[in-house]
Nanobody, 130 residues
């Protein structure tokens, strides 16, 4: 089981940037895909981005594509979410999650499904003011 702790959230003006970090502990980190989700008040949790175990492949939700970048450094067991050109509608609690172990299948059909993620962090608040 992987334990996850997010950090880096805060208040930023529209057009600004933030970088979220997700520190992991657990022996299987480097063989698991990782993902970021977010949940705004009164809304369902939404898929943001996912990254393969090696970090070589990424996948993004439509609303953040071109503005957000997911990355990871397995040596320090950390996943990042670089968020640029932030908009008020990006305001939410952001969660990182541990996904399935990497296989030969490179498709991302599973990435938007919360049930495919076995461990979740406690979340970090991001607020974008207009």
């Amino acid at each position: 089981q992987v334990q996850l702790v997010e950090s880096g959230g805060g208040l930023v003006q529209a057009g600004g940037s933030l970088r979220l970090s997700c520190a992991a502990s657990g022996r299987t980190f480097s063989i698991n895909a990782m993902g970021w989700f977010r949940q705004a008040p009164g809304k369902e949790r939404e898929f943001v981005a996912a990254i393969s175990a090696s970090g070589g492949r990424t996948y993004y939700g439509d609303s953040v594509k071109g503005r957000f970048t997911i990355s990871r450094v397995n040596a320090i067991m950390t996943v990042y979410l670089q968020m640029n050109s932030l908009k008020p509608e990006d305001t939410a609690v952001y969660y990182c999650a541990s996904g399935p172990q990497e296989t030969a299948d490179s498709r991302w059909f599973w990435a938007r499904t919360e049930m495919m993620y076995s461990s979740w962090g406690q979340g970090t608040q991001v607020t974008v003011s207009s």
